[in-house]
């Protein structure tokens, strides 16, 4: 089955095509269908966000589409950025202006107070307009500082997951590191989106059959 991804960011397009890959599917982007859809997110939460995404691309190509929308939670700041987290700063897709907000609103809260999580909302709809929707989250706290690395993008160099994914399993994040600093096999295993994913995988069947 053929699935088009209700995405214009590249870096999101890498990460939901690697995990969309280990389940078989085939993925195309808007940009392969040479179609472009601006899709107003006015939704209270990432579900409806994520359904409002994906019913505009599936009935502009007319194929099944898969969308995500995603963002992070922090308790200190009462959910915030939550559904604001893309344009937290004002302007759309600013990550550095992003962070450094929020790096201000956490600037007098201390360790045991930072506690946050990534939350992922994709939805799957099918050209029937039947809808398959699920929710996936990763627990972890902010960073002090920018933890840059060689991967990541958005909050990741500050958003510490309490755990990492690893050949045998998932393991304590005892290092400390970021979502950028961990390899994608590492981050994938325990993200907000690798376990909406595997919901995902999981209904898929009975949902189609």
Same mark, same amino acid.
């Given at each position: 089955?053929?699935?088009?991804?209700? *995405?214009?960011?590249?870096?999101?397009?890498?990460?939901?095509?690697?995990?969309?890959?280990?389940?078989? =599917?085939?993925?195309?982007? $808007?940009?392969?269908?040479?179609?472009? !859809? $601006? =899709?107003?997110?006015? #939704?209270?939460?990432?579900?409806?966000?994520?359904?409002?995404?994906?019913?505009?691309?599936?009935?502009? *190509?007319?194929?099944?589409? !898969?969308?995500?929308?995603?963002?992070?939670?922090?308790?200190?700041?009462?959910?915030?950025?939550?559904?604001?987290?893309? /344009?937290?700063?004002?302007?759309?897709?600013?990550?550095?202006?992003?962070?450094?907000?929020?790096?201000?609103?956490?600037?007098?809260?201390?360790?045991?107070?930072?506690?946050?999580?990534?939350?992922?909302?994709?939805?799957?709809?099918?050209?029937? #307009? /039947?809808?398959?929707?699920?929710?996936?989250?990763?627990?972890?706290?902010?960073?002090?500082?920018?933890?840059?690395?060689?991967? #990541?993008?958005?909050?990741?160099?500050?958003? !510490?997951?309490?755990?990492?994914?690893?050949?045998?399993?998932? /393991?304590?994040?005892? $290092?400390?590191?970021?979502?950028?600093?961990?390899?994608?096999?590492?981050?994938?295993? !325990?993200?907000? /989106?690798?376990?909406?994913?595997?919901?995902?995988?999981? $209904?898929?069947?009975?949902?189609?059959?």
């Amino acid at each position: 089955m053929k699935f088009v991804l209700a *995405t214009q960011n590249p870096k999101k397009l890498k990460e939901m095509s690697a995990i969309l890959g280990e389940l078989g =599917v085939e993925v195309v982007s $808007e940009a392969d269908l040479g179609v472009k !859809i $601006e =899709v107003e997110e006015t #939704g209270e939460t990432f579900a409806e966000n994520s359904l409002l995404k994906a019913k505009a691309v599936m009935e502009a *190509t007319k194929l099944p589409a !898969i969308a995500d929308d995603s963002g992070l939670c922090v308790d200190a700041l009462d959910g915030a950025p939550g559904v604001y987290s893309a /344009r937290y700063a004002g302007h759309h897709g600013d990550d550095d202006a992003n962070n450094a907000k929020l790096l201000r609103e956490l600037a007098d809260v201390p360790e045991e107070q930072r506690s946050a999580k990534f939350v992922s909302a994709v939805c799957f709809m099918l050209p029937d #307009g /039947r809808a398959l929707e699920v929710e996936g989250e990763c627990p972890g706290r902010i960073a002090f500082t920018l933890q840059n690395g060689d991967y #990541g993008f958005g909050y990741d160099p500050l958003f !510490i997951p309490d755990e990492y994914g690893a050949p045998d399993g998932k /393991r304590p994040n005892t $290092e400390r590191r970021s979502y950028a600093q961990l390899t994608p096999d590492e981050k994938d295993a !325990i993200s907000h /989106r690798g376990r909406a994913m595997e919901k995902l995988e999981a $209904e898929l069947p009975t949902f189609l059959g």
